[in-house]
Nanobody
Framework: QVQLVESGGGLVQAGGSLRLSCAAS????????MGWYRQAPGKQRELVAT???????NYADSVKGRFTISRDNAKNTVYLQMDSLKLEDTAVYYC?????????WGQGTQVTVSS
């Protein structure tokens, strides 16, 4: 079984920064894709960023240039550095890992950006 524990959410002013962390326990390897989704009130869950084997990354257009995803394979931990935060970044952020044939999800961490 795989468990994901997120941390680092909170309240921040627009233009500020936050760093989210997600630690995975269980049989996770460097080739298992990991990443972040988010869900704002009244909206569908959307992909924020992913990181796969070899360190390749993918970002939603809305966060490109502001967010950076990284991974520490020794710690089975994925990070999301969020800079220049905007009001529209307010959401619950969920980390995930894909281990065939299942996606595993964290419990979510709230990020609130205020004006």
């Amino acid at each position: 079984q795989v468990q994901l524990v997120e941390s680092g959410g909170g309240l921040v002013q627009a233009g500020g920064s936050l760093r989210l962390s997600c630690a995975a326990s269980g049989s996770i390897f460097s080739f298992n894709p990991m990443g972040w989704y988010r869900q704002a009130p009244g909206k569908q869950r959307e992909l924020v960023a992913t990181i796969i084997s070899g360190g390749s990354t993918n970002y939603a257009d809305s966060v490109k240039g502001r967010f950076t995803i990284s991974r520490d394979n020794a710690k089975n931990t994925v990070y999301l550095q969020m800079d220049s935060l905007k009001l529209e970044d307010t959401a619950v952020y969920y980390c995930y890992v894909y281990r065939f044939p299942v996606d595993y999800w964290g419990q979510g961490t709230q990020v609130t950006v205020s004006s």
